[in-house]
């Protein structure tokens, strides 16, 4: 009798499903390697290519890429320069504008000083009755101030009403086309009848230097009238009052 506890015998399919799996295992690691040489070679690839183009790139392409960074820079510097100059422009431009501002300010209170001391100084001859003794205090006090101050157009203007004109009429009826000869003689006679002889030749002649062309040339005196009219007027008639004068002595 047959002992039946012996080991099971191997069949053909058991064998045949193993050695599938393992040439299925074997296709699979070998997909996976040729797909990273794949991949690895594509990378080699785009290396050399890279490595080509920049060997074989003509230098007269990299000089025209430098001229054109050149260039361009250049227009960057100039566009920053010139922002910069139109800005230091526009400064300026706005510190004159102030500068001028300020000068007009200064001007203007400058001008309104002075016209309120031409007020001072002349409102003691517009009250009480006008005559012959207060025509010739004023000649005297008005010549005065006329002689010994500087007068300009800019920090002392020249007003008619401090022309010490030798004419008898009350200052607020003087104008340089009135004084006359008539006018200049009955002044210089009325002084002549009142005053010592030595002390009117001195008036006479310090009057003939005050009124004299080059005098009033030498001290600016006509470009210190503001008035262009009133210029033009005293300019015209100065030499006449000198010859008056002359001829009053």
Known sequence: MEDASGPP?????NVKEETEEEREVQRLAESRRKMAELNADRDRQRQREQTVRAETEAPSSRR?????????????????EAARKEDEMRRQEEKKARQQEQAR??????????????????????????????ALERYRICSA????TQFSANDQPLA??????PTLRHPANNTASEVDWDTVKDFFTA???CIR??????????????????????RRLYISILDEA?????????????RHICEAE
């Open 9 to 13: 015998p191997t069949t053909q399919g």
């Open 64 to 80: 025209a890429k430098a001229e054109t960074r050149r260039r361009e820079e250049e227009e960057r510097l100039k566009y920053e």
């Open 105 to 134: 300010r200064r001007r203007e209170e400058l001008l309104r000083r002075r016209q309120d001391e031409l007020h001072q100084r002349h409102e003691q001859w517009f009250s009480g009755p006008w005559n012959l003794s207060r």
């Open 145 to 148: 101030f006329f002689d010994k």
């Open 160 to 165: 008619l009403i401090d022309i010490p004109w």
């Open 191 to 193: 002084a002549k009848g």
């Open 197 to 218: 002889p030595n002390e009117y030749k001195i008036l006479v002649r310090q009057s003939m230097h005050r009124f004299h062309p080059d005098r009033w040339t030498s």
């Open 230 to 242: 009133q210029r033009n007027e005293i300019e015209t008639s100065e030499s006449l009052h000198d």
